[in-house]
C-alpha cells in the first residue's frame, strides 16, 4: 500500500474516531457536524501531514522521491518543491486550530498546488511517456482526488452553516 492510499485512510478513520467520539459523549451529531469532521479530517491529516511527508521526501530523500517519479535526481526543483509542499502542510495542521475563511484559503492553496501536480504528470506521462509509479500512480489520482474531495466537501459544509444560521 502506498502512501496516497495510507493518508486517505489515516483520514477516514480520524473522521470516524471523531464521530465516535462525539456519540459517546452524547453531543449531538447532525449532518452539518458529520461534513465538518470529514473537512477537518481532510485538511489536517491529508492536506497538512501529507504535505509535510511529501516535504520530508523532496527535501531529505530528493534521489530517492526523483527515481520514484522517473525525474533525474540532483535537481533543485525539489529543493523548492518541497518547501512548496511545507507551506501547504503548515496550513493544513493549522487548520485544527484557525477556521472559518482559513479553511477556504487551505482548500484553494492545496488544490491549485495539488491539480497543478496532476497537470505536471500528465504532460510527463504524455511528453516523455513517463510511466513511473511516482508519476501515474496513486498520487496522481489523488492529486486529482484529493481537491475534488476537499471543494466539495468546503461547498457543501458553509452551504449547510449558511442554511443553519438563516434560519
Sequence with gaps: MDFAYIILFLTILAAI???LNSKIKSRPLNSERVVETFLISFL???VGIGSIWAFIGHFFLSAQVAANIG???????????AFANLSVGVLGVLCYWIRDNFWTATVISSSIFLLGDAYGHIINMIQYSNYAPGNVGSVLYMDIIGPIILIALLITYKSMRRKLHNS
Design 17 to 19: 474516531l471523531v464521530i
Design 44 to 46: 489536517v491529516i491529508s
Design 71 to 81: 525525474w533525474a535526481p540532483s535537481s533543485p526543483f525539489q529543493s523548492e518543491v
